[in-house]
């Protein structure tokens, strides 16, 4: 119930090309998913975020679709550059507000 | 501005030896964090801290400790180095007037590779 399992593990995508990442979480209490981004040798930083009363957000090229009902979310990356390569995790926020981690996804992007 | 700094990059323990991963940030922020990231892990919470004076077990605390004497400084210490304490560990923190107001938006350090033989 505490787990959010993220798809895939790796993707490997053309340069202009959607990058489509998954997650689906079991637990209802959870209100408040970020993504963050990590490059290697680097820390993981928050990318966008969305709270489960609206059904997607837009920063950019980012997208986050929420689908409550469904208990899943994704992120869309259009364009995608080879600049955004690097790994992605989902999260969600539990009710003793810490946050539980997707396994994340290895994003590479080919010129 | 440095953010959060973490201190070692890298680090080569034997089995039972002792260590203590610095961490440190210089933005004010109250609540501060230590995980861990193991391929195709994720990231799991160690230990956390919500002030100086603070701090409280996340998921996987076995074999860890810390303390929190400032509010810029949250040591991890690890008593019996193991092989199972092989990961990278990563501090972070976060400023929140309390639980449910901003406790997601994390800013991490880069990292502290372990390796224990």
């Known amino acids: 119930q505490q787990q959010v399992k993220q798809s895939p593990q790796s993707l490997i995508v053309q340069k202009g090309g959607i990058s489509i990442i998954n997650c689906a979480y079991e637990?209802?209490?959870?209100?408040?998913f970020p993504w963050y981004q990590q490059f290697p040798g680097k820390g993981p930083a928050l990318l966008i975020a969305?709270?489960?009363d609206v059904s997607e957000k837009k920063e950019g090229r980012f997208t986050i679709s929420f689908n409550k009902s469904a208990k899943q979310f994704s992120l869309h990356i259009m364009d995608s550059q080879p600049g955004d390569s690097a790994t992605y995790f989902c999260?969600?926020?539990?009710?003793?507000?810490?946050?539980?981690w997707g396994a994340g996804t290895k994003l590479i992007i080919k010129p | 501005n440095a953010g959060v700094t973490q201190t070692p990059k890298f680090r080569i323990l034997k089995i039972g030896q002792s260590m203590t991963l610095q961490c440190t940030q210089d933005?004010?922020?109250?609540?501060m964090y230590w995980y861990r990231q193991d391929p195709g892990m994720g990231l799991k919470l160690i230990y956390y801290s919500v002030g100086a004076g603070i701090t409280d077990k996340g998921e996987v605390p076995n074999g860890y400790n810390v303390s929190r004497s400032t509010t810029e400084d949250f040591p991890l210490r690890l008593e019996l180095a193991a092989p199972s304490q092989t990961s990278v560990y990563f501090c972070?923190?976060?400023?929140?007037?309390?639980?449910?107001?901003?406790?997601?938006?994390?800013?991490f350090g880069a990292g502290s590779r372990l390796t224990v033989l």
């Open positions: 972070a923190s976060n400023f929140s007037r309390g639980p449910r107001s901003g406790a997601n938006v994390l800013t």
């Open positions: 637990n209802t209490a959870f209100d408040y």
């Open positions: 933005m004010n922020h109250n609540y």
């Open positions: 999260a969600a926020l539990n009710s003793n507000y810490q946050l539980i």
């Open positions: 969305i709270r489960p």
